[in-house]
């Protein structure tokens, strides 16, 4: 069916018939979703807008994968704070030429990730559009009052940590973009591209810790998310660049292609993985897997050991 034809109250409910309000919560339908207050707990909100043509290609990227990611990248400044996800509002501005397949397999997409952290839509906005699709995604989540972990927190001594693979993300576009052929290596990182997992209960078990100092979650590449701790917490960083973590996949990859996997683990965005400073003593004790990847120091600048260039990471302008 035509997305005229359905109309946006059709289109609401069909949306609103995917998703349920939990118990207590007054969700799609309203002017506005109604939320009880928890004693002792903070609410954490974020935003992320994703505009077709400078976030993503909509020939290239199938419906359910954007839909997946659209969750994905908001639940991750939740899991970056050290947060538990409560809930999502997604605002659409659809072309004319979107169906209504489209949207089925975009919330499909939005629920199926939304599902496993338990975060389900409670409202938003739907709008045509002249121009590009633009969908605007803002997530609610909580933490223990005072709890949430901030970019300000990082201290001199510090170890600075990643979570997981870095470059598997920059990589797969990669392969999008230059019209690589689909080897399995490849098929994985354009999956990794996708299709980012965000890491919701490490950045909650990394909080429990108080250890744990400064975290987010990697968006824009290292050499460009570091930087925001550095400058918050007004401290500097040595990087021990042969400690970087990357998959076989990626290191494949970059070999064949005659690419510097390094610098794309450096300046590749859109992993999702989490990067934390903790405290050296408490660092062997924390039970989420981590690499070692460098060092807080005093003053403001930013080392790469191991390699003669400087990195600059992602800019949006
Ligand atoms: P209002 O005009 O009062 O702002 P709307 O007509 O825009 O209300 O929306 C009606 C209901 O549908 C609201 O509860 C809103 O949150 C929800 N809604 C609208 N668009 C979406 C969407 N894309 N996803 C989820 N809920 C939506
Ligand atoms: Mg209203």
Not at 81 to 101: D, E, N, Q, R, T
Not at 164 to 184: E, M, N, Q
Not at 207 to 225: F, K, L, T
Not at 279 to 302: C, F, K, N, Q
């Amino acid at each position: 069916m035509d997305l005229k034809q359905l109309g946006e109250f059709g289109l609401i409910g069909r949306i609103s018939e995917s998703f349920r309000a939990p118990d207590g919560v007054h969700g799609i339908g309203d002017d506005c979703a109604v939320l009880p207050q928890k004693t002792g707990m903070d609410t954490l909100v974020s935003t992320d807008m994703l505009v077709e043509g400078t976030h993503f290609l909509l020939d290239d990227i199938p419906a359910y994968r954007l839909g997946w990611k659209s969750a994905a990248v908001n639940i991750s400044d939740i899991a970056a704070m050290g947060g538990a996800p409560v809930g999502s509002f997604l605002a659409f501005a659809l072309p004319s030429g979107i169906s209504c397949g489209w949207v089925d397999e975009f919330i499909r997409g939005y629920k199926e990730l939304s599902d496993r952290f338990g975060c389900p839509l409670l409202g938003g906005d739907t709008t045509s559009s002249e121009g590009q699709l633009c969908i605007c995604v803002t997530v609610l989540g909580q933490s223990e009052s005072g709890k949430a972990r901030m970019r300000n927190m990082a201290e001199p001594g510090d170890l600075i940590c990643v979570t997981g693979p870095l470059g598997d993300s920059a990589a797969g576009l990669k392969v999008i973009l230059g019209g690589k052929a689909r080897t399995a290596d490849a098929d994985f990182l354009v999956e990794r591209h996708y299709c980012p997992m965000p890491k919701v209960n490490e950045g909650r078990r990394l909080a429990e810790c108080a250890g744990v100092h400064a975290m987010m979650d990697i968006s824009d590449g290292i050499a460009s998310d570091l930087r925001h701790i550095l400058d918050a917490s007004v401290v500097g960083a040595e990087v021990d660049v042969s400690q970087l973590p990357m998959s076989p996949e990626m290191r494949r990859f970059c070999a064949s292609e005659g690419l510097d996997a390094t610098a794309l683990a450096v300046e590749g965005g859109e992993d999702y993985e989490l990067l934390f400073t903790v405290g050296a003593d408490a660092e062997a004790s924390l039970d989420v897997p981590h690499t070692v990847i460098g060092r807080i120091v005093e003053g403001g600048s930013l080392e790469w050991k191991g390699v003669q260039r400087d990195f600059i990471g992602y800019r949006h302008f």
